[in-house]
């Protein structure tokens, strides 16, 4: 595995990127989970689920990736401009919330809140819920990639980042960090990898395209790696505080991975905002401008661990960061504050005054797919006031500034996110009122598209957290009489899904319709493209009888969709959000592709997550409102439809029989 940094691995030739080297790059399936542990407080799991905290800012679903950030001025000198974005690794709306209340005994009182733009974003990468490296690099590159992969796009192609492009133009650049600097986020700005955690590598290509100024933690990682004749190196906060720039890049190594949390004091290291203040000090000397990134890691790991003493004293530091570095920076400065994603499923319940923490509840140990908050002020940030949108815009809005030209909106990219407006009108919809309660259970419409990716199954509806289940049965040669049920019944009691999927008491209508594959979501719970589920949801073979097996697939929900904490769902009757899958040919045929045209079916049913209990709601919908409860139920109809040899869609689908 080989990272490699821009200076060292990619020449600039005739205004096109062209790739001299990254050796050892294949592609791996779809990257890997959310983060993992950084220590004892910081656990992980893959049941990162998905989250939505309050919504007071949305608007129509721009689901966009730039594709191409080659140069179009890229020689020309920078203009003086100062772009700066703030990331707080893990900070969801609940982390921002419940911080206020901790810093100042309300919500809404951070200092970043004020600031005049203020919208929202998703944050899903290819492989679904994202990790750290797959969002960094969509803020960074404006690209779309899988977990685990950095700087490089869904091919391994590697893609410019914004610390490049504002060197190419001759600005001064920095990344500020309380994580260690070979880290997933810090990372995303500098090098280019397919192996975020392959860390002696990353800190050889880190040291390769150094930006100016670097401080943050990872000593560790950099021994042996620095020559002091090129790049000056301080160790401490006074040594920090007492530099005086020589002309040479400037590498802070403060801690020997990441730093301690706030809570447990810093030692000699300095604090995010004496970082932040200091780096734009150094960087703010060039007449050509800046770009910085500074990070507030430990809120992710703090998050991990489900740790409110933690979590919000390191919000709080985050906001001092922000609010120190606006001090120093020019009135027309861009700056952007934002999230990579969510993590822990944060819910706050109540403050306890001021310094002590809020009651919370949490939901997972994992990153979820809940919307971030982005705020921001200076050009080019009031394309975001009052949108939803996904975080590639984060790129799109900084690189117009380094740049200095008009803002070039991301190009739009299919993801398994719960936004289901990049597919087709639906095929059926709900006749019935949910049996399982409106606002907290309910199958809307179903939608399926083929493509060169796979089959894309999409429900829109709402779904309980914490309850029930969805099954969509799939049957892979619809027509041919085979599949479950007709060669045999299914007795998988080992697993959740897998007892629940042979407990089930039902049956379809159609004669010729049999399920090879069963598509099941527990409890609101999603799967990771590049795994074979997990044991509350993902791809079932019932051709295996006995021992369904499991395949890969990936899963993921709207974050307003899922009735969270007994409370309702926020979108409940909102179209075009609800459930999405994604499942690779592979997983269906055992080919990249189906490689003849096939047709195939659907039936989606919604049933307690035992499966004992049947609710009244199918796609195609039951013949009767009346819930079928302990079962059998017969589901009367399926959608079927026809793929080419490519997996294209042909013609539209049809209710059958």
């Not at 404006?142 to 685990?148: A, E």
């Not at 994580?179 to 002696?200: I, Q």
């Not at 799109?396 to 909106?409: E, I, K």
């Not at 379809?508 to 590049?530: I, M």
């Amino acid at each position: 595995m080989v990272a490699c940094s821009m200076s060292a691995a990619c020449a600039l030739v005739s205004g096109v990127l062209a790739l001299v080297v990254i050796a050892g790059c294949t592609r791996s399936p779809a990257g890997d989970g959310p983060d993992p542990p950084v220590d004892s407080d910081s656990r992980d799991s893959r049941d990162s689920r998905d989250s939505r905290d309050s919504r007071d800012s949305r608007d129509s679903r721009d689901s966009r990736d730039s594709g191409d950030s080659s140069a179009d001025s890229q020689t020309t000198p920078g203009t003086g401009a100062q772009v700066v974005l703030f990331i707080g690794d893990g900070m969801g709306l609940e982390q921002v919330a419940g911080a206020g209340l901790y810093a100042y005994g309300a919500s809404g009182t951070l200092g970043f809140e004020a600031l005049p733009s203020h919208g929202l974003l998703r944050t899903a990468s290819l492989t679904g819920i994202t990790d750290s490296a797959a969002s960094g690099t969509s803020m960074a590159a404006g690209v779309k990639t899988w977990n685990g992969h950095i700087g490089v796009d869904r091919s391994l192609t590697v893609v410019e980042n914004l610390v490049e492009r504002a060197r190419a133009r001759g600005m001064a650049t920095g990344i500020v960090t309380t994580d260690r600097l070979p880290g997933a986020t810090p990372s995303s700005f500098v090098v280019h990898t397919e192996d975020r955690y392959s860390y002696p590598e990353i800190a050889a290509a880190f040291v390769q395209g150094v930006p100016d100024v670097s401080l943050g933690g990872g000593a560790d990682d950099f021994v042996d790696l620095i020559d002091t004749a090129v790049i000056d190196v301080v160790g401490t906060a006074a040594e920090l505080a007492a530099y005086v720039p020589t002309g040479r890049p400037l590498l802070g190594l403060f801690t020997s991975t990441t730093f301690p949390y706030l809570v447990n004091g810093y030692g000699d290291a300095p604090s995010l905002a004496d970082m932040t203040r200091k780096a734009i000090e150094l960087l703010k000397q060039d007449p050509n401008g800046f770009f910085l990134m500074v990070e507030g890691a430990r809120i992710d790991h703090a998050s991990h661990a489900n740790n409110a003493t933690q979590v919000f004293p390191e919000v709080v530091a985050f906001d001092e960061a922000i609010m120190a570095s606006l001090a120093e920076l020019s009135s027309d400065a861009t700056v952007l504050v934002t999230a990579d994603h969510e993590c822990g499923g944060l819910h706050v319940i109540a403050g306890n005054g001021v310094g002590v923490p809020p009651t919370v509840e949490w939901r997972y140990y994992g990153h979820t797919n809940a919307d971030v908050g982005v705020w921001g002020t200076g050009p080019y940030t009031e394309v975001l006031d009052g949108m939803r949108l996904d975080n590639a815009w984060v790129h799109s809005v900084l690189d117009a500034a380094v740049m200095g030209r008009d803002l070039v909106p991301p190009t739009e990219v299919a993801l398994v996110d719960g936004w289901l407006g990049e597919l087709p009108e639906a095929t059926v919809t709900q006749v019935w009122e949910s049996s399982f309660g409106v606002e907290y259970n309910r199958l809307d419409a179903l939608r399926v598209l083929g493509d060169a990716d796979g089959l894309r199954i999409g429900i829109d509806g709402v779904f309980e957290d914490d309850a029930n289940a969805l099954f969509v049965y799939i049957d892979t040669d619809y027509g041919g009489a085979t599949g479950w049920p007709h060669d045999g019944a299914l007795a998988d009691g080992t697993g959740l899904a897998d007892a629940a999927v042979s407990t089930v008491a039902v049956s379809f209508a159609d004669p010729v319709f049999g399920a090879e594959r069963v598509l099941v979501s527990r409890q609101a719970e999603e799967a990771f493209r590049g795994y074979d589920g997990g044991d509350s949801a993902g791809l079932r073979d019932l051709t295996t009888g006995e021992d369904l097996g499991w395949l890969e697939s990936a899963t993921n929900f709207d974050s307003g969709n899922v009735s969270l904490f007994d409370a309702p769902a926020q979108d409940a009757g909102v179209l075009d959000e609800g459930f999405e899958a994604q499942i690779p040919w592979s997983s269906l045929y055992g080919t990249e592709s189906p490689v003849s045209e096939r047709r195939l079916a659907v039936v989606a049913v919604l049933v307690s997550d035992t499966g004992e209990w049947i609710s009244n709601q199918a796609l195609p919908a039951f013949s009767t409102g009346v819930a079928s409860e302990a079962g059998p139920a017969v589901l009367p109809a399926a959608v079927a439809f026809t793929v080419d040899a490519d997996g294209t869609l042909v013609g539209a689908p049809l209710v059958v029989p």
